[in-house]
C-alpha cells in the first residue's frame, strides 16, 4: 500500500510547477510548422520550495470532474490521502522533521473528542481500553475460580475457543458423558472417561478450560489397567490415564444434571462497551470530530481486505457504474468501522456524546437518549446529517452513514411540541436530567 501512495506521489510531484513555470498541458498538434526548430534547454529539477509550494498550491486545487466520469468516492479518498501526505513531507521538511514526528505533532495539536474505545469487565466492573480487554477477562475469570470453579471452568470454555461450531460439539459431548452418568449410576463403565479415546481428543481435550471443568465437578486423573491387543490380549496389560469420578460425587447426581444445563446455557462472556456518555454546553464546534486510533483500527484481515477493494477501485475508475453499484461500495466502505462517535444537539443547544458499535441499531441510540430525559416519557424523533429522519430504528449506524461520528438533532414530536415548550419555558430547565447537567462541559 506505501508502495502504491508513493507512485501516485511520484505522477503528482512530476505534474507539479516550481515558481515562474505553467503546469504542463497535454500536447496539441501545431497548425502550423514553426519556421526554425530551437533546441530545449535542459530542465533543472524544481528546487525544494518549489516541491513546497506546488505541494501546497495541488492540495488547494479542486479538479472539475468531466460530465458523466465522476471519480469514486475510493478513488477520491487515494487522491486526498496523496495530497495530504504530500502536504505533510513539504510541512516537515521546513523543520527538518521526519514524518513519524511530524504525526506526532499533528496529534498532539488537536485534543481528540474521546481518548479512546473503552470496555466494561462484567466480572469487576473495571473499565479499560479495548486493547486491555482481553487480558482483564482472562484475570477476572481465573480470579473467578476461588469463587466457583465450575462456573469459572464454562466461562473459559465459552469465552476463549472462538471457534463456535467446536464449543458446541465440545459441549454436546461432555453433556453426554454426565448424562450416562445421571441416567446410569450404577454402571461403573460411565465414570470413567479414556483420555486418549480419540473423541476426547478431537471434540474435548484441544480446547481451553476443559480439563478445568471436569476436575471442578469431581473427575480426578488415574492411571488404570487397560487389556492388551493382539494374540496376548488376555495375557498382556497395559496402562491408560483416566478420568474417573470420585465416589462421593455419586451422591449428587443432582448437582451433576445442574452443571450439564449450565455447560448447555452458557454464553460467552464479553466486555461491554463503555458509552462514554458526556453532555457539553451548546457549542458551534458540535460537528468536529477528532477520534483516536481506536476508531480505524482494522486487524490484518482487514487490512488485506481494504487493499484489495483500493485496487479494484482504481480498475473500476474508468467503467460507467449504476447508482446502486455506487451505493453498494459506498455501503462496503462504511463496514470497515467497528465504533462510531454520535452527538444529539437538543433544542436548547446542549449535547449529548455516546460511543456505540458502528453495527448497533438505531433503536440503541433511541434508548440512549431516552435513559438521558428528565421526563424518559416525552415522544420525539432523531435527525441525521441534512435533516434526515431517523424512522426505521433497526438499520445499523454503518447502513445509515453514520460512522465514524455524525451529529444528529433531536426534534420532539410535534403533537407534543407546543405543550415541550411552555413547560420549559414555564419552568426553565432543560429535557435532561440534573445529574447529567452537573457534569456539563465546554466542548473544546
Known amino acids: 500500500m506505501r508502495k502504491f501512495f508513493q507512485e ?47 505541494a501546497a498550491a495541488l492540495a488547494r486545487l479542486e479538479v472539475k470532474p468531466k460530465a458523466g466520469k465522476a471519480p469514486s468516492a475510493s478513488q477520491e479518498a487515494i487522491r486526498n490521502q496523496v495530497r495530504k501526505e504530500l502536504m505533510a513531507e513539504a510541512a516537515a521538511s521546513e523543520k527538518g522533521l521526519s514524518m513519524e514526528e511530524k ?3 499533528e496529534e498532539g495539536a488537536a485534543a481528540p473528542s474521546v481518548s479512546g474505545v473503552y470496555f466494561i469487565c462484567p ?4 473499565v479499560v481500553r479495548k486493547d486491555q480487554k482481553e487480558k482483564q477477562l482472562r484475570e477476572a475469570i481465573q480470579a473467578y475460580f476461588s469463587v466457583d470453579p465450575v462456573a469459572a471452568s464454562i466461562m473459559e470454555i465459552h469465552t476463549f475457543n472462538k471457534d463456535r461450531e467446536k464449543v458446541r460439539l465440545c459441549v454436546e459431548t461432555m453433556a453426554k458423558y454426565l448424562d450416562n452418568i445421571y441416567l446410569h449410576p450404577e454402571e461403573e463403565k460411565y465414570r470413567k472417561i479414556k483420555l486418549q479415546n480419540k473423541v476426547f481428543q478431537e471434540r474435548i481435550s484441544c480446547l481451553e478450560g ?12 488415574k492411571t488404570l489397567p487397560v487389556p492388551g491387543q493382539g494374540k496376548n490380549s488376555l495375557m498382556w496389560k497395559t496402562t491408560e490415564e483416566f478420568y474417573v469420578l470420585k465416589e462421593e460425587v455419586l451422591g449428587r447426581l443432582e448437582d451433576l444434571r445442574e452443571h450439564k444445563e449450565q455447560l448447555l446455557s452458557s454464553e460467552p462472556v464479553r466486555a461491554q462497551l463503555h458509552r462514554q456518555l458526556a453532555v457539553f454546553h451548546p457549542s458551534p464546534a458540535a460537528a468536529r470530530f477528532e477520534l483516536p486510533h481506536d476508531f480505524f483500527s ?3 484481515e482487514e487490512l488485506r481486505r481494504e487493499q484489495r477493494l483500493r485496487t479494484e477501485a482504481v480498475e473500476k475508475a474508468s467503467m460507467l457504474r449504476t447508482r446502486a453499484m455506487r451505493e453498494k461500495d459506498e455501503q462496503r466502505e462504511m463496514r470497515k468501522y467497528n ?6 444537539r437538543f433544542p436548547d443547544g446542549y449535547i449529548l456524546q455516546g460511543t456505540f458499535y458502528a453495527r448497533e441499531s438505531v433503536s440503541v441510540l433511541y434508548n440512549f437518549v431516552r435513559e438521558a430525559l428528565r421526563d424518559d416519557w416525552l415522544p420525539f424523533e432523531l435527525l441525521g446529517p441534512g435533516g434526515l429522519k431517523l424512522t426505521d430504528e433497526n438499520l445499523a449506524f454503518n447502513e ?10 433531536l426534534a420532539w414530536d410535534a403533537a407534543v411540541m407546543a405543550d415541550v415548550e411552555a413547560a420549559v419555558a414555564e419552568e426553565q430547565r432543560s429535557p435532561l436530567r440534573p445529574e447529567l447537567l452537573a457534569r456539563a462541559q465546554p466542548l473544546s
Do not use: M, N, W
Not at 498538434?29 to 526554425?36: I, V
Not at 465504533?339 to 444529539?344: E, H
Open 8 to 54: 501516485i506521489k511520484a505522477d503528482l510531484k512530476f505534474k507539479t510547477a516550481g515558481p515562474g513555470q505553467k503546469l504542463s498541458e497535454p500536447s496539441r498538434a501545431p497548425r502550423e510548422k514553426p519556421k526554425a526548430e530551437v533546441a530545449p534547454k535542459p530542465r533543472q529539477a524544481p528546487t525544494d520550495e518549489a516541491q513546497r509550494a506546488a
Open 123 to 126: 466480572l469487576t466492573g473495571t
Open 400 to 409: 445509515c452513514g453514520l460512522v465514524p461520528s455524525a451529529l444528529l438533532s
Open 339 to 344: 465504533y462510531t462517535l454520535l452527538r444529539v
Open 103 to 105: 504525526e506526532q505533532e
Open 298 to 300: 482494522l486487524t490484518a
Open 210 to 221: 476443559t480439563h478445568k471443568f471436569f476436575q471442578a465437578i469431581g473427575f480426578e486423573t
